[in-house]
């Protein structure tokens, strides 16, 4: 499967009928306007595409096509993937298109930027989107977000950071001398701006948290 290039439209034959749903084929998963799906690449070699489902539709001969719109990964945006990036992210796009229900893979789910920060588990069918994209000009909306630490850098929910408990700002662990490890065991953290010289940090069990929600929780684990 290939998508069509943004902006092109694709043909659409006359007859057709509306369903309700489709069934993956090989599995009992049903599709429905909404979902979103995994689609089948052209090269076996990529990752598979990510699509919403707008419409469900069957010809004459119960050939079923799948009216979508295009999920695209960092990595095929006219910018390309860039270090605030989750691993997960998706930007939903402006482009439509129209595929063989053949293609479908299986579903997936895209949470919003803010509900995937507070999934306990990532698992190979969660993604997040917080980033529209026009295909044909490469714009965003929002095309802005609030950075954070002193690199100024919009948040990555794959990277765990630490909050100051004097200007409330957000911080990775390299950016201020800590390890990893030293910031998972941090209960109490002040920036070098905010503290006293004998008081930059205070060392105890508990978790970094995470700009998202301005709440404190553990980092997050991929399922294998």
């Known amino acids: 499967m290939a998508k069509t290039r943004p ?15 489709y069934t993956i084929k090989g599995t009992n998963k049903l599709v429905r306007a909404g979902d979103c799906v995994l689609m089948r690449p052209s090269d076996a070699g990529k990752p598979p595409y990510v699509a919403r489902v ?9 050939n079923v096509k799948v009216h979508c719109r295009w999920y695209y990964r960092p990595e095929e945006s006219l910018g390309g993937r860039r270090q605030f990036h989750g691993a997960k ?5 402006d482009h439509f298109d129209v595929q063989s229900a053949h293609t479908i893979e299986g579903k997936c789910i895209v949470h919003t930027f803010k509900n995937y920060t507070r999934l306990e588990n990532v698992g190979a069918e969660d993604y997040s989107c917080r980033f ?18 002193k690199c100024e850098m919009p948040y990555n929910p794959d990277d765990l950071m630490v909050q100051c408990e004097g200007c ?8 201020v001398g800590m390890t990893i490890e030293e ?21 105890q069990n508990g978790f970094a948290a995470s700009p998202a929600d301005d709440v404190k929780v553990e980092t997050k684990r991929r399922k294998r």
């Not at 902006?7 to 749903?21: A, H, M, Q, W, Y």
């Not at 409330?168 to 950016?175: I, L, T």
């Not at 910031?183 to 060392?203: G, I, N, P, R």
């Open 54 to 62: 707008e419409k469900i539709e069957a010809d004459a001969r119960n």
């Open 168 to 175: 409330k700002d957000w911080y990775h662990p390299a950016c």
């Open 132 to 149: 529209e994209y026009k295909a044909a000009t490469g714009a965003f909306t929002p095309d802005r977000v609030a950075v954070y630490c």
């Open 183 to 203: 910031a998972k065991k941090l209960d109490h953290f002040v920036c070098a701006e905010c503290s006293s010289d004998d008081d930059v940090k205070k060392s």
């Open 7 to 21: 902006g092109v439209p694709s043909k659409i034959k006359t007859g057709r009928k509306e369903l309700d749903s």
């Open 89 to 93: 992210e998706l930007f939903l796009s």
